[in-house]
């Protein structure tokens, strides 16, 4: 069964100290891979898509990275405007294009 | 540009009456998804329309859900009767043709009684 695990489920960290959140996936076949962020109350909000292994995007304090089996969103020097959801989404090879959805991992940036 | 809007932004109605959710697509976007997130669950698809057309429905957990996309613009996704698990977040997204990335709507947050 395909499917997507976030972890870790929350994270707290202060301003200023680096981690890395987790998308682990079990597909038939991978198209890409996204990264979105959510707000509470608000809709997902497009962040990367990553296509084949070893690619890496990024945008301000966040990259993305992926292998065969997981990708790394690292956050640097994190603010606390960071707060937010992370939500990660495969889409499969030969699909209409829906997204699968992990849980999530909810990050708390604390000044 | 205009992003995707859905109405209502909360919906409350008791178990059996109906309810009628609605999307607006970014203007041009001829793909648009539906999608559920139940409370403690992840996000959920439920069907894809390439303009007017179902291009997969897959997801619709069963014949009281009935989505439609008129003239390949807005889409309503209709919940007739409504049962207590159909309470839930409803998301809705966009995307123009040949690109994979979808653009998602605030959501309808549906509490049945």
């Known amino acids: 069964e395909d499917q997507v695990t976030q972890s870790p489920e929350a994270l707290r960290l202060q301003e200023g100290e680096s981690s890395s959140l987790n998308c682990s996936y079990t597909?038939?076949?991978?198209?890409?891979l996204f990264w979105y962020r959510q707000d509470p109350g608000k809709g997902p909000e497009f962040l990367f898509t990553?296509?084949?292994a070893g690619e890496e995007k990024e945008k301000e304090r966040l990259k993305a990275t992926l292998t065969k089996k997981e990708s790394f969103l690292h956050i640097t020097a994190p603010k606390p405007e960071d707060s937010a959801t992370y939500l990660c989404?495969?889409?499969?090879?030969?699909?209409?294009?829906?997204?699968?959805f992990g849980k999530g991992t909810k990050l708390s940036v604390k000044p | 540009e205009a992003g995707v809007t859905q109405f209502p932004s909360h919906s409350v109605i008791e178990k059996g009456q109906t309810v009628t959710l609605r999307c607006d697509p970014i203007?041009?976007?001829?793909?648009l998804y539906w999608y559920r997130r139940v409370m403690g669950k992840e996000i959920k698809f439920l069907l894809h329309?390439?303009?007017?057309?179902?291009?997969?429905e897959s997801g619709m957990p069963n014949n009281r859900f009935l989505a439609e996309r008129t003239g390949g613009t807005y889409s309503t996704l209709k919940v007739q009767p409504a049962e207590l698990e159909d309470s839930g977040v409803y998301f809705c997204?966009?995307?123009?043709?040949?690109?994979?990335?979808?653009?998602f709507g605030p959501g309808t947050r549906l509490t049945v009684t």
């Open positions: 989404a495969v889409q499969l090879a030969g699909s209409q294009g829906n997204l699968i």
């Open positions: 203007s041009g976007h001829d793909n």
């Open positions: 329309f390439v303009k007017e057309s179902k291009q997969d």
């Open positions: 597909v038939s076949g991978l198209r890409g």
């Open positions: 990553l296509y084949s």
């Open positions: 997204a966009s995307s123009p043709q040949g690109r994979h990335e979808q653009y």
